[in-house]
């Protein structure tokens, strides 16, 4: 009788253990696929970018970028996008390059570039925050200084949105420009 009852304990110890090996194995998937959506997002919400030649595949939260764009700051700024994104622990750039390597250092267009980076993030920031209204409030930077405008419904929101903005890499000030509807 013993032995039945220590194959039984085991038994259910181990059932047990595969069952939350299956449920930690499905939060990391659905994580990842967040992970991925949130990318593909971000790269498609930058107009500098042609997203539809760029690849995402997230696994335990590293991002792997596959495909082609046109050059080495295309390259350099899809993978800035992406590694800012809320879970990315790492990013694994393997996208080519097509001009054979030469990238525009005109400090123009890569501030314009950065411009561009800092704008897609703040924008992609918001929309994904669910105390902020972001699809009523406009993004626009300028030499890394970020100039929020719209109506939002609160203090709190604006305080948030914001903060938000502050708070992204590369933005030297924020421009509040945001009003609370009085609705």
Not at 42 to 66: A, C, R
Not at 111 to 126: C, G, P, Q, R, Y
Not at 149 to 162: H, I, M, Q
Request: charged content about 25%.
């Amino acid at each position: 009788m013993m032995k039945r009852t220590t194959l039984a304990v085991m038994i259910t110890l181990t059932l047990a253990s595969v069952s939350a090996m299956a449920a930690n194995d499905w939060k990391d998937a659905t994580k990842d696929a967040w992970i991925d959506g949130k990318a593909e997002t971000t790269l498609l919400l930058n107009g500098n970018l042609n997203s539809f030649t760029i690849d995402t595949h997230v696994k335990n939260g590293v991002v792997t970028l596959t495909g082609e764009v046109e050059s080495d700051v295309d390259k350099a700024l899809a993978a800035e996008l992406v590694e800012g994104l809320e879970g990315v622990t790492s990013v694994e750039n393997k996208l080519m390059v097509k001009n054979d390597g030469k990238g525009n250092t005109d400090p123009k267009q890569t501030s314009a570039l950065k411009d561009a980076k800092i704008a897609t993030v703040v924008k992609t920031s918001l929309l994904f925050e669910p105390e902020t209204s972001g699809t009523s409030i406009d993004v626009d930077v300028s030499n890394s200084v970020v100039t929020l405008s719209g109506v939002v419904d609160s203090d709190a929101e604006k305080d948030l949105a914001v903060a938000k903005a502050k708070n992204t890499k590369d933005v030297v000030n924020v421009i509040d420009k945001l009003t609370v509807s009085k609705g």
